[in-house]
């Protein structure tokens, strides 16, 4: 049976959709896919899923109204999820393309710099160790690893906003939030167990 929440999933062409639907379905969540802001409006949490190009994501989100629609529903208080691509948009820009970006966490996405034996994108598994006790680690140990695949980082202005780290030639942020914003730069619906118990830890949040 359905836990009961209906989880917004969105939908802007080219997102990983199907992973994150197979991801709820396992945690025995019932969810909703669309692109139409009017439909995800009712949900109870929402999830910005990976792969993308910044560029072409804010076009598409910005198109449908999605844009605006996912900065109201932040500023309603409830709970948003951005993974891969969907935790990089929720900054102000990328040096990925000169667009702006939804801006609710205060930062810019830079490219990594890669380096001897370091290939970008950095694809695979790697550690994210918690910054704080944040709720989302909450039972997740911290040398477990999950599955990246990305060419650029989030640098938040403010390390207050930063929630763990990952070390690719540099230590960047792959786990970012603020007030009822939650994102991870790799893809915790691939990365099993541990993955699957950060999401369910957020899907859990009140």
């Not at 948009?89 to 990925?96: A, K, P, Q």
């Not at 970008?120 to 944040?134: D, F, L, S, T």
């Not at 786990?175 to 990365?191: C, M, T, V, W, Y």
Request: with cysteine; charged share 20%; net charge negative.
């Amino acid at each position: 049976m359905a836990k009961n929440h209906t989880i917004g999933i969105v939908d802007y062409g080219a997102g990983n959709l199907k992973s994150v639907e197979l991801a709820l379905a396992h945690l025995g969540y019932s969810w909703l896919t669309s692109g139409e802001a009017s439909k995800l409006a009712s949900c109870d949490k929402l999830i910005i899923p990976g792969d993308g190009h910044a560029g072409s994501t804010m076009e598409v989100l910005n198109k449908s109204g999605l844009s605006d629609f996912i900065k109201s529903y932040y500023q309603s208080g409830r709970w948003i999820l951005g993974i891969c691509i969907g935790c990089q948009i929720v900054l102000d820009g990328s040096d990925e393309a000169e667009v702006a970006c939804l801006g609710l966490i205060p930062g810019r996405c830079h490219k990594l710099p890669g380096g001897p034996g370091l290939k970008v994108p950095h694809m695979g598994w790697n550690v994210c160790v918690p910054k704080n006790e944040h709720f989302a680690f909450k039972g997740v140990p911290k040398e477990a690893s999950f599955y990246f695949v990305h060419s650029y980082y989030t640098k938040p202005v403010s390390s207050d906003d930063v929630i763990g780290i990952s070390d690719h030639g540099i230590d960047f942020a792959s786990a970012i939030g603020r007030d009822n914003l939650l994102a991870f730069q790799f893809h915790p619906e691939k990365s099993g167990p541990w993955g699957l118990k950060l999401l369910d830890n957020f899907l859990g949040a009140q």
